[in-house]
């Protein structure tokens, strides 16, 4: 019998301790401290002296990525699943992770390879109605269990190509004392899953639930374990979802893949633009960004508000935007872009749930902010993009050929960009501006001022 040992753990950093501490040494968060058991083999060090192998003298067999069958998840990937991988999939109540999950697994099924769900929260049966619901998940092989050991077992002997665990919060390993879902416990079956898709070579899948604050449960360190964290994000009450990749080894984390939730299950979009980019001409307040997402260009309608305040903070709430780049765009526009909203409350919304985290999107907001404080709606068919910097001086944006190119294919007019950007053949005109006001003015349907004076046009399309 190996010897159990006492340890707290900080459920944030996983800094460890050998006694209660009411702050973490680690990170030094208050009473995220927490008891864990385990047993001290495996982590007692052997002691026999290895010898390294030459990095050059490693043999690769060229692991093929697998196909999930739902193109989206394979963008997300990378490109599929990586063979002995461990993939964490993260997403809120309701979300659609089992959906998603399910329906992956039966075209897995159905190309021939081998798919195994582990289900520790449904029942089989209720996995079967859903099945039915999806159609074409009959091949999956199903099992009901939530002990560790048995599902680790089972996973050696029978080797399938891909298996997913829907929750890791579920299971238990019986020599640990805690209950189920507990820090030690997530921690412990994530690490012992590691072992055996490694050795395996099962690439496995966990299903994980996300506490109030977006982060998944459970230790953070379970995310440092982990080859690949998606998150699936959406508002549970809109059809529309969102997976993204927090952290992957083995590709970008930049890809997205959006998905409209339906009675057949998820059903992939692959053209976001066309939903999101989508734009009723003369509305006051709304304003086209071309953003990237990864590798992707994506058309996204940019919401804004504005309202006067007697608050003497007015309020900078943005939904999809980062609130310190919002605060910076909102401060730009009052010192360098002629719009003042110091007694002002600004409110920004991104179309479709998708969230921004690129400078190329300042622009559109910008001009979407400027748009609803003036009261007056932008050029029909304008998009836009570019960095906005602390001068009111716009910077180019990356890759600006695809995103004109996302342009041209979604019938965008008129393009409104930093100086320096590169026109190409086909595609919309380019206004190019050089400062925040310049944009302003050339995007603004307003009579006031002469509306393209400053702003050098030039017509390039053949
Ligand atoms: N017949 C149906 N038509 C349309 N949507 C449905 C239907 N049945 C279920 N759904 C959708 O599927 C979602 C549930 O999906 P799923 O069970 O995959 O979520 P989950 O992320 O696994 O949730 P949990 O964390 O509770 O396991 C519900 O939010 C609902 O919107
Ligand atoms: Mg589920």
Redesign the pocket.
Same mark, same amino acid.
């Given at each position: 019998m190996a010897k159990v040992v006492v340890q707290f753990t900080c459920s944030e950093c996983g800094a460890t301790a050998g006694r209660w501490l009411g702050r973490c040494p680690g990170c030094g968060a208050f009473g995220t401290l927490v008891e864990e058991l385990h047993g001290a083999d495996g982590r007692a060090a052997s002691g026999a002296p290895r010898t390294p192998e030459r990095l050059g003298d490693v043999q690769v067999s060229e692991a093929a990525r697998l196909g999930t069958g739902v193109p989206e998840l394979d963008r997300v990937l990378g490109g599929g699943l990586v063979p002995a991988s461990l993939v964490l999939v993260g997403g809120e109540p309701g979300v659609g992770? #089992?959906t998603l999950l399910l329906s992956a697994l039966g075209a897995i099924a159905r190309s021939g390879r081998s798919a195994l769900l582990v289900t520790g *929260? *449904?029942s089989v049966a209720q996995v079967r109605l859903r099945a039915d619901r999806l159609g074409g998940a009959d091949d999956v092989s199903i099992l009901a269990e939530t002990e560790l050991e048995s599902v680790c077992a089972t996973l050696e002997r029978d080797r399938p190509a891909v298996c997913v665990i829907? #929750?890791v919060q579920t299971l238990y390993a019986g020599e640990l004392g805690s209950a189920p879902g507990s820090v030690a416990q997530v921690r412990e079956a994530a690490s012992r899953l590691l072992r055996v898709a490694k050795t395996s070579g099962v690439a496995t899948v966990l299903?994980g639930h996300v506490t109030k604050d977006g982060a998944v449960a459970g230790p953070r360190v379970l995310e440092h374990l982990v080859d690949c964290v998606l998150q699936f994000e959406g508002d549970r009450y809109h059809a529309h979802r969102v997976l993204r990749a927090t952290k992957n080894r083995f590709g970008s984390t930049n890809e997205l893949g959006v998905f409209e939730m339906t009675a057949a299950g998820l059903v992939g979009v692959p053209d976001p633009s066309a939903l999101f980019g989508a734009t009723r001409g003369g509305e006051v307040g709304a304003a086209v960004a071309v953003a990237l997402e990864g590798t992707r260009p994506i058309l996204l309608e940019i919401q804004a508000l504005v309202s006067r305040t007697d608050l003497a903070m007015p309020r900078r709430v943005g939904t999809g935007v980062d609130p310190k780049r919002l605060a910076m765009i909102v401060a730009v526009l009052g010192r360098h872009g002629g719009v003042p909203l110091g007694s002002a409350d600004v409110f920004v919304n991104v179309a479709g749930g998708v969230r921004i985290d690129e400078p190329g999107a300042d622009l559109a907001v910008a001009l979407a902010i400027a748009s609803a404080a003036r009261g007056a709606p932008l050029h029909d068919g304008v998009a836009s993009f570019g960095e906005i910097g602390l001068t009111g001086r716009l910077r180019p944006a990356a890759q600006a050929e695809r995103r004109l190119e996302e342009c041209a294919k979604l019938g965008v007019t008129r393009a409104v960009v930093p100086e320096g950007t590169d026109a190409r053949r086909e595609g919309p005109r380019l206004v190019r501006a050089e400062t925040v006001r310049e944009a302003l003015r050339a995007a603004l349907a307003e009579a006031a001022g002469g509306r393209e004076e400053g702003a050098r046009e030039a017509a390039l399309s053949a």
């Open positions: 992770k #089992s *929260e *449904e829907d #929750s299903v």
